[in-house]
């Protein structure tokens, strides 16, 4: 398949979903591609509302793609359920075509690092750039100038969310000199207040320990999963009827085994705060002395999801 | 659904300053994924998509393979 029959059957299938009344968007890669900060991707992220997996679920059961239904990719999906999706945990799923090739879908509720509700900001087919970017701080470095470009992007659109997202120094050192960023947002991001200053270095330094923090708080929240998933995927394994052709068996099983092994809550219930302070603790290793002071106040990530 | 895009301007907001800004982007782009990719990256929607999709399909054809694992998260 080409990268444009990929597109538009992504495209196709959010347009559905959303006639049957799903709120859902395209984020991370194929987001990244459309706000013009290229990646070379052929999976698909589709953040869904979790209260409508069910009927995200019902369409992807019944959608082909050239022929080819989809299952559940690999044993560590865990289903595609509201209890899942509330607890940040992500479905995938795979059409597998007849010349070898397929296309990926990855389903998840809660955007990791979110500040604000995806739903109420989408453009088109797509989350926002501002989602997408607070999704780029990972703890992979790769991840991170796809934030600074999306931040740069925005500050040019006018909107100065932007400045949260730009983590290169001489591009913030630029920006500063068109125009300053408002003080409303230097409680969130400290960094932002030495630009006054314009020392580079000091810059520098304090960037590294954002970056460094926000590393250590994927890293940590990456932990939490991992060791909530182990008893599950053994379970999955273990049932034949986990690799079934029919996605409604694969279902089944998935959600019998998470019912059974798979805690949804596991970050709530391993607490916000004690990852935050977690990552803190573990950034502090590899900072120099004072640099703690502009490490961003993560109390607008901390958000419960699963709370209505 | 609200349009991100719909937003009300800042008051600091101009064409002249939105233009610097975009030079400012550009020089980014060059030094974090070169020449090309900014190129690219600067074209209008559809010129970009089209890029894009080039460059996928002609890795693809050279046997790249662009699986991603399936861990049960998202990062």
Redesign the interface.
Known sequence: M???EL?AFYHDLVRRARERGV?CAIT?GMAC??Y???Q????C?LLCDPKLADAFLGLITETDLNGAMPSY??N???PLDRRWLEG???S?FVWETEDG?GA?L?I?GV??RASAPW??????FYS???TVAE?KR???DK?W?FA??LG??M??????QGWLHVF?V??LL??NR??PPPLALQEKRPVLSLLADTNPDEIELAIRAEKEFWHQL?AV??KV??EA?RP?VVAVRKDPNGKAPSLKTQHEVRLEKAKEVLNPNALTDYGHRRMAEEARERAEKFLPAGSHPWLPDVSAYLTDYSDE | ?????E?P??N??SPE??E???Q??Y???V???GEE?AR????P?EE??R???K???H??ARGVK??????????
């Open positions: 080409t990268y444009t597109e709120t991370s591609v459309h013009g900060v290229a070379t991707t052929k999976d992220d990719r690999g560590l999906s865990p940040g945990w992500t995938h090739d990926y990855d998840f955007p990791p739903e109420k900001e989408i453009e088109g926002s750039r501002h999704m990972t703890d992979r991840d100038p600074t470009a740069e992007q500050l040019e659109a006018g909107d100065e290169d001489s591009t630029s920006l068109s125009v994927d929240r990456v999963l991992k998933l599950y | 659904m609200n349009d991100a895009a937003k301007k800042p600091w907001w300053i939105a610097e800004i975009r400012i982007r020089e980014y782009h030094r974090e994924f990719m690219i990256n600067f074209l929607l970009r998509r890029e894009v999709a460059i996928y399909d890795a693809k662009f699986d991603k694992p399936a861990p049960g998260y998202t990062r």
